[in-house]
């Protein structure tokens, strides 16, 4: 048995499937680069406006859930108030965009929601498991309570919403560029490359390798002098951040920010999608979102979309409890194995 073998042995299950996968695409970095050029001009392949909108709105709930599974797999927090990050900045665009040209209105929501990610997470992330995604889910339910407030209402619309006009572009398109779909969609499509290399690099990164060892042992961390605090702050603002994207690119589409982005309902799609696609692979959330979204377009035309969700939620999870990513990585490994046996 040679080296790389021997240390395959010694990572134990999971790691050893992340290194099937891993192994595979080595030497193949020119695929993803060419995946992602190629995804840009989907809509040349893709002609139904029908279809292509539904893996739009895919696409938009795979960032939000990218940020999510990137928050779990790094520290372990399950966050129940997405709503809240994808909510703020969609309404952060629309108060900017009446004042300012849309390419700064985008920079300014982005900026200004980082800044919130960035105080919230000073708060929060010393909470355990459970209260974290209490406060955060409270946090969304304050927000939307304040945008519907009455003395706001000249600002933020009330319980009717915020119409947005954009004056300008960003990145080449206008308002009625970024309506239609088909000029919309290598914006949606190359913002979710972007996020996944962002969380890509964070994960291989020393900030990476430091917050999955404080997931692992915190006090051991704390002991060996490293500080503990500053890590997740950090992750739960790189999280937080990607989830905004998927809010300000929604307001960018639709041109329209309501109090139902700062519903449960609204972050929980995302939360289902991260829990479908599994947290611990990087494409595994990309994957739960094109089949939540699908699944939820197929259900919703019986007339009984919630009870078919939650009965397939209940046995995806069942049979996958590390996810669709699980799955796979499972199944790679026993065809890995039956080769090697056969060799």
Excluded at 197 to 206: E, G, K, L, M, P
Excluded at 219 to 242: H, N, V
Excluded at 253 to 281: K, R
């Amino acid at each position: 048995m040679n080296g790389t073998k021997v240390a395959s042995a010694r990572l134990g299950p999971p790691l050893q499937q992340r290194a099937s996968v891993l192994e595979w695409t080595r030497g193949r970095d020119w695929v993803w680069p060419v995946v992602a050029v190629a995804g840009a001009f989907l809509p040349r392949v893709v002609t139904s406006p029908y279809l292509l909108g539904l893996l739009t709105s895919a696409v938009l709930l795979a960032i939000a859930a990218v940020g999510l599974g990137f928050l779990k797999k790094q520290c372990g927090l399950g966050m129940f108030g997405v709503a809240a990050f994808i909510g703020a900045p969609a309404y952060l665009l629309g108060i900017a965009a009446a004042r300012f040209d849309l390419g700064t209105a985008v920079l300014l929501a982005f900026l200004g929601s980082t800044v919130f990610a960035l105080l919230v997470g000073v708060f929060v992330v010393r909470a355990r498991p459970l209260p974290f995604a209490m406060l955060t889910l409270a946090l969304a339910q304050m927000l939307k309570s304040v945008v519907t407030l009455q003395g706001l209402r000249p600002i933020t619309g009330g319980d009717d919403g915020m119409s947005m006009i954009f004056d300008g572009s960003v990145f080449g398109l206008n308002q009625s560029d970024l309506s239609n779909v088909v000029s919309f969609w290598p914006m949606a499509w190359l913002a979710l490359c972007l996020v996944l290399i962002i969380a890509h690099f964070v994960d291989r990164s020393r900030l990476g390798h430091v917050l999955r060892a404080i997931q692992s042992n915190e006090e051991r961390m704390r002991f060996s002098g490293f500080d503990t605090y500053l890590p997740r702050i950090a992750a739960f603002t790189i999280a937080s951040s990607i989830i905004s994207i998927s809010g300000i690119l929604i307001a960018l589409n639709t041109a329209f920010a309501s109090p139902e982005l700062l519903d449960f309902s609204t972050g929980g799609n995302s939360l289902v999608a991260m829990i479908v696609g599994g947290p611990g692979s990087l494409f595994g959330p990309v994957a739960g979102a094109l089949l939540y979204q699908f699944a939820q377009d197929a259900f919703g035309a019986t007339g009984h979309l919630t009870l078919f969700m939650g009965v397939a939620l209940i046995v995806v999870v069942a049979a996958c409890p590390r996810g669709i990513a699980g799955l796979v990585a499972d199944a790679a490994s026993r065809v890995q194995r039956f080769a090697r046996k056969r060799d």
